[in-house]
């Protein structure tokens, strides 16, 4: 079985800071990871995606993860956030077939001006 | 590409009641995807289909859920006897899939449902 554990159910930074949410997940088969984010009202929208490839994976809006097998970790961090960041950020697993996602509680971002 | 589409955005019901959902999914994805998210909480796997086969069910999904694909095109969530534990945001999501290859799944804006 799979399973996500996001550190932090909220997160507050200021404008400018770095942001780093935390995601440590659990799988018996080589994962495929992924950040989604949720604005309020509104669906998912993919945010980076690792598929055995490389570690480093740079999204969208400015946003990386690094995958780290031995920490069983794929935090996603912003150097500078910005206001429009504020919204809340899911991380999900799935194994490499169905590609049925597990995702985390979430962890609300809150951009203090 | 006009993106994964829901019908209604917002259903309100009272308890008993039948409600069915409606997703389009991006028009090539052979794969489609109902999920559950309830109030600060992740979404949660419901049940996926290839195509028009409907190849796994979770657990969450008791016998007054059914969804289907008829023509692998659009899907439909019905929930029979609503029930107010019944009230959650529900999610479409599809994706392509060539060979082994699964690609990422695209989500739809989600129906809201809150039954009273």
């Known amino acids: 079985a799979q399973s996500v554990t996001q550190l932090g159910s909220h997160v507050s930074v200021s404008e400018g800071a770095l942001v780093l949410l935390r995601c440590n997940y659990s799988?018996?088969?080589?994962?495929?990871l992924f950040w989604y984010v949720q604005y309020p009202n509104q669906g998912l929208q993919l945010l980076l995606k690792y598929t055995s490839a490389a570690t480093l994976v740079k999204g969208i809006n400015g946003f990386e993860a690094e995958f780290k097998k031995s920490e069983t970790s794929f935090h996603l961090t912003k150097p500078s956030a910005h206001m429009s960041d504020a919204a809340e950020y899911f991380c999900a697993v799935s194994d490499q077939g169905a590609q049925k996602l597990v995702f985390g509680q979430g962890t609300r971002l809150t951009i203090n001006p | 590409d006009t993106g994964v589409s829901q019908d209604p955005r917002h259903k309100i019901t009272k308890r008993g009641q039948n409600v069915t959902f409606r997703c389009d999914p991006i028009?090539?994805?052979?794969?489609l995807y109902w999920y559950r998210q309830t109030l600060g909480q992740g979404p949660e796997f419901l049940t996926y289909?290839?195509?028009?086969?409907?190849?796994?069910k979770s657990r969450l999904l008791s016998d007054r859920f059914s969804a289907e694909r008829p023509k692998g095109s659009f899907s439909t969530l019905e929930i029979q006897r609503t029930e107010q534990g019944d009230s959650a945001m529900y999610l479409c999501?599809?994706?392509?899939?060539?060979?082994?290859?699964?690609?990422?799944?695209?989500f739809g804006p989600g129906t809201r449902l809150t039954v009273t």
């Open positions: 289909f290839q195509n028009e086969a409907q190849l796994e």
């Open positions: 999501a599809s994706s392509s899939s060539i060979g082994q290859v699964v690609y990422e799944q695209y």
């Open positions: 799988s018996s088969v080589p994962p495929y």
């Open positions: 028009s090539e994805h052979n794969r």
